[in-house]
């Protein structure tokens, strides 16, 4: 068997910080003012087919495209603002791999290696005056990079009792 999607979402979010003092509230110290519009692109899906008799093969895989654009004014009393504004785009595949091994009707035992990942962006916000460097600078970095993972699953589904009792473990 097989299955396919897409996904599609556009998201808009604005952040507003103020560090102030506890004995003055009406008066930032600092200020951020941000906002970051998101948008994302993805298409998955997999595929099985059987290794003979007991066993099976499942391929199958996300192919995401995202689009991040910040905006962020940073306000420190007596200097002038700080503005950033920039984007960034990515493209990234993520694919999975299952092997499932079915003895009978109510026992099936699987072994599953899949990617995941966050897109990167930037950091805005630091103490009044922080600098931050691009890649080939000192921490901390402007434009923070991508992060992935690799998972690696072993599991089992079972049905018992004539089916009335379902156990899924990993």
Same mark, same amino acid.
Not at 42 to 66: I, N, W, Y
Not at 111 to 132: D, I, K, M, S
């Given at each position: 068997?097989?299955?396919?999607?897409?996904? $599609?979402? *556009? *998201?808009?979010? +604005? %952040?507003? &910080?103020? &560090?102030?003092?506890?004995?003055?509230?009406? @008066?930032?110290?600092?200020?951020?003012?941000?906002?970051?519009?998101?948008?994302?692109? @993805?298409?998955?899906?997999?595929? *099985?087919?059987? !290794?003979?008799?007991?066993?099976?093969?499942?391929? =199958? =895989?996300?192919?995401? %495209?995202?689009?991040?654009?910040?905006?962020?004014?940073?306000?420190?009393?007596?200097?002038? %603002?700080? @503005?950033?504004?920039? +984007? *960034?785009?990515?493209?990234?595949? $993520?694919?999975?791999?299952?092997? $499932?091994?079915?003895?009978?009707?109510?026992?099936?035992?699987?072994?599953? $290696?899949?990617?995941?990942?966050?897109?990167?962006?930037?950091?805005? @916000?630091?103490?009044? =005056?922080?600098?931050?460097?691009?890649?080939?600078?000192?921490?901390?970095?402007?434009?923070?990079?991508?992060? +992935? !993972?690799?998972?690696? +699953?072993?599991?089992?589904?079972?049905?018992? !009792?004539?089916?009335?009792?379902? %156990?899924?473990?990993?």
């Amino acid at each position: 068997g097989w299955i396919a999607g897409a996904c $599609a979402a *556009t *998201t808009r979010q +604005e %952040v507003s &910080l103020d &560090l102030v003092r506890p004995t003055a509230p009406g @008066a930032p110290l600092w200020s951020e003012r941000r906002r970051d519009r998101l948008q994302e692109l @993805a298409l998955f899906g997999e595929v *099985t087919t059987p !290794l003979g008799q007991d066993l099976a093969l499942t391929l =199958g =895989g996300r192919l995401s %495209v995202s689009h991040n654009d910040t905006d962020s004014r940073i306000s420190v009393p007596g200097a002038p %603002v700080s @503005a950033f504004r920039d +984007e *960034t785009s990515r493209n990234r595949f $993520a694919p999975k791999a299952q092997v $499932a091994w079915t003895p009978g009707r109510s026992l099936q035992l699987y072994l599953e $290696a899949a990617e995941g990942y966050r897109f990167g962006g930037f950091n805005t @916000a630091g103490p009044p =005056g922080q600098a931050f460097a691009d890649a080939s600078g000192p921490a901390p970095l402007r434009r923070y990079r991508d992060d +992935e !993972l690799w998972s690696l +699953e072993a599991g089992l589904h079972a049905t018992l !009792l004539d089916g009335r009792l379902a %156990v899924r473990g990993a």
